[in-house]
């Protein structure tokens, strides 16, 4: 019997094991394609505006409906709204396209995505402008431009120009929620400390330049400053007295994903000294809540009114 060839030696995209997807009430998703071992595979304009076509057939087509997207050199970020079904569908068309136009262009065969997609469902409004802007971000994050408007390919630009992706009902619906274009623009300067979905080294990066905003702000509010001590954070952070050090620490240790190492290293520390604040905090919170509960009366057996 001859064997059967495997899909993704067809489509360019490796498909590992599968995940049953969060479905979302409210029918809205945070998706990234990446490119397979971190490969650039968004070369230039080019391939950029290639990609961005074919998002831009599957919304005219009334596949899915596009709130943003960002496309970056060796993944893209698209915030989707449609049901489950429609999602599967139209990234499996999109990415069998690419694959097979770049592949060609390249004179090369293989994979090109890793995995068909990744997908987190968006709970609500709040969340949805929250996930919108670190979409818009992603280029700023990345220190490939200061501000959103000067990346051009991203959806940022869409909403306070005409639309040319996204749906005009789409940016209704997501400026509304401002008072006017200013607001707008202004809550894409903002950050903020949530962990959102993303390639493993843009996390690693977003956790570092959170720690590194907790170690300034806490220096400039100690008053640690460069004038007194010299540039070298190093040893600003190593004037610390231990009291001193150990509220640092405990900062540090409620920024998500932030591990003990990675803690230690940014300190200059050992990790055994973060982990004696961390099992310090965690007793205390133990503590705390014992004395809670203790502090409140036992039920009466006959509360609920029965004798």
């Keep these: 019997m001859r064997p059967s060839v495997p899909s993704t030696l067809v489509t360019g995209v490796i498909c590992m094991g599968r995940q049953a997807r969060q479905e979302s009430a409210f029918d809205y998703y945070h998706v990234i394609v990446r490119g397979n071992n971190r490969e650039t595979v968004f070369l230039g ?41 429609s999602l599967a569908n139209a990234m499996s068309s999109i990415n069998i396209q690419y694959a097979m136009r770049f592949n060609r262009d390249m004179g090369r065969i293989g ?47 869409e909403y306070l120009e005409f639309p040319h992706i996204i749906g005009e009902h789409q940016k209704q619906f997501v400026l509304g929620f401002f008072r006017g274009i200013s607001e707008f623009v202004k809550f894409h300067r903002e950050t903020d400390n949530d962990e959102y979905m993303d390639v493993p080294e843009e996390i690693e990066r977003d956790r570092t330049r959170r720690a590194q905003s907790v170690i300034l702000d806490y220096l400039r509010e100690k008053e640690i400053g460069a004038a007194a001590i010299g540039d070298c954070q190093a040893e600003r952070l190593a004037s610390l007295d231990r009291n001193s050090a150990r509220e640092l620490i405990g900062r540090l240790l409620e920024v998500p994903g932030l591990t003990h190492r990675r803690i230690a290293g940014l300190m200059g520390i050992s990790t ?9 905090r965690m007793k205390a919170t133990n503590e705390n809540e014992g004395e809670a509960e203790s502090a409140v009366p036992p039920a009466s057996p006959f509360a609920s009114g029965e004798e």
């Excluded at 057939?57 to 943003?68: F, R, S, T």
């Design 45 to 85: 304009p080019d391939e950029k505006s290639f990609f961005m076509g074919l998002l831009e057939n599957k919304v005219n087509e009334g596949a899915i409906d596009l709130a943003a997207y960002c496309v970056m050199s060796n993944h893209a970020h698209m915030v989707v709204h449609c049901d489950l079904v």
């Design 111 to 157: 994979h090109v995505f890793q995995d068909r997609y990744k997908s987190k469902a968006i709970s609500n409004e709040y969340h949805l402008l929250r996930v919108i802007r670190y979409v818009h971000r992603n280029p700023v994050n990345a220190n490939l431009v200061r501000f959103p408007d000067e990346y051009a390919w991203s959806s940022y630009n």
């Design 272 to 280: 055994n000294q973060v982990h004696r604040v961390s099992l310090g």
